[in-house]
Structures are given as structure tokens and as C-alpha cells.
């Protein structure tokens, strides 16, 4: 197991020798699940693309590639930003068929050591330490949410910035810094409160979802676009939609009710457990 020495930005970028920004600079998106069975998202430069987690098993991440018309033997890496299952899942196998390095946090590693199984290739980040893989240059952040060192990025891909936070139940200055400038952003809108409040959940896992370790509902996640939204956001993914407590039209609604200046100038995408989204091209 890779663990980075003191200077870990410069040690990062040097693994696997990824240091290659030749490639295209037209990025690409595609969540290839998400919610509380499985999250995978594909990201990157054209010609240089990872995955950010991989909560699914192998097989069902490749099947889901496939059908996109995307190759996993084309990625690079894998970024895990927390150590639950839907997170971690296919994250060992993948890494193993493919021969990805994976980049995650020292203490997630320790939480997720069972789940992940033999690891050659695995790389420590930390929160608030930029690093590189090749041309993409990603800064992990701190997030609120009941794990053990869980992470929100940003991530620079050439010209462009997308920005992912999922699975927070806070949102603090901190990650409000962080997503600023973003042209893409992929963002938690998990639950309609009363929908919670009136559903089938025990009361204890209400309360836990309703938290500052649990998750956003849709109003929050509107409250946090509102105030960083920007003349050059140019696309919005709301995801980690609870299959329960939600349902796309009513996120997508919330979206209208509450930012119809932002919609106008925006591309809405919402990111389902089964078929994720369409791949997203940023062109230069």
C-alpha cells in the first residue's frame, strides 16, 4: 500500500507516473448511479478519464459504462470520497481488473479495508491538500456526514471546474468557498422533508437524515446553488435522491420554484439510481 511522504501534493501527481496534459480539453460527466444502492460518477478530460467512487460491484459499473458508450479499460483512476458501501463496493475489483490506482483519504482506507481487499495501488489525499492526477487537478474538501473523513472536490479539467458534493448534511462557508466558479456542479438533493417526516423510515434514521451528518433535502441544496451561482454555471446535476423520500419531479420542481432566474441559463440534469445521466460534454 502507496502512502504519500510529507510533501503530499508533489508526491500525489508523481504516482503512476500521471502526468500527462496533452489530451483533449473538452470535458466529460456521466453519474453513473446514485442514491443509498450504489454511486459511481465518470469524469475527466476527453482521453483521460476516472471514476469517483464505485458503490456498485464491477460488473454492474461496467454494464452501466458500456450502455453510455464509455470503455473501463480507458480510465486512469479511481477517487473514493467516503468509506460507505454504495461508495466503496466495486472500488477493489475494479482496481485490480484494470490496474487503477486509487486515491483516498489514510483514515477512509483504514474504515473501507474490508471492503476493498488487496490494494497495490493506493495513494493517500488529504482534505485541503490539492493534488494532480495527470491533467486533472483535484482539491478535496472537508464535508459534513456521519462517516469517517468524508470529502467533497473540485476538480479542474483544463479550462473548465466541477464541483461535487454529495452525501453532506451541512452546508458550511467552507463548501460554499469551495464551489464557487464552478461551470458544472453535482449536487446532493436527497430528500423532501415531509415526505421523510411522513414515510416509512424509524424514526431514529429520520432524525440521522434530517442532521448535519446526513444528507441535504431539496430546499438546502436550492439555498446552496442560490448563492453560488454565476454567470459561467453552465450545468447542475442534483443527486443522491432518496428513492423513498423523493422523486426527480418534485427536485426538479423545487429547482423551478425556487431559482427560475438560474433555470433559464441552466442546464438541469437530475441523477437517478438506475440510469444516472446522459454523458455531459463541456467544450472548450
Known sequence: MGSLPPSQATAIESCKCLADRSVDQAAEVC????????????????????????GLSGIAIQKRMAAKGLDPAELKAIVVTHEHADHVNGVGIL????????????????????????????????????????PLDLHPFATSHDACDP???????????????????????MVKSHLKNCNLLIIEANHDPEMLIQGPYPWPLKQRIKSRLGHLSNLQAMELIKDISHENLRHIILAHLSETNNTPEMARQAFHDHLPHIASGVQLHIACQENGTELIRLEV
Open 31 to 54: 453519474v453513473l448511479a446514485s442514491g443509498s444502492k450504489g454511486n459511481a460518477i465518470y469524469l475527466g478530460l476527453r482521453g483521460f478519464p476516472i471514476l469517483i467512487d464505485a
Open 151 to 173: 470529502a467533497g472536490f473540485t476538480i479542474s479539467c483544463g479550462p473548465h471546474k466541477i464541483g461535487l458534493a454529495t452525501d453532506l448534511g451541512k452546508v458550511t462557508a
Open 95 to 134: 482496481s485490480r481488473r484494470f490496474h487503477l490506482p486509487v486515491y483516498i483519504s489514510r483514515r477512509t482506507a483504514t474504515a473501507a479495508a474490508g471492503q476493498l481487499g488487496k490494494m497495490d495501488d493506493l495513494y493517500h489525499f488529504r482534505c485541503g491538500c490539492p493534488f494532480s492526477i495527470g
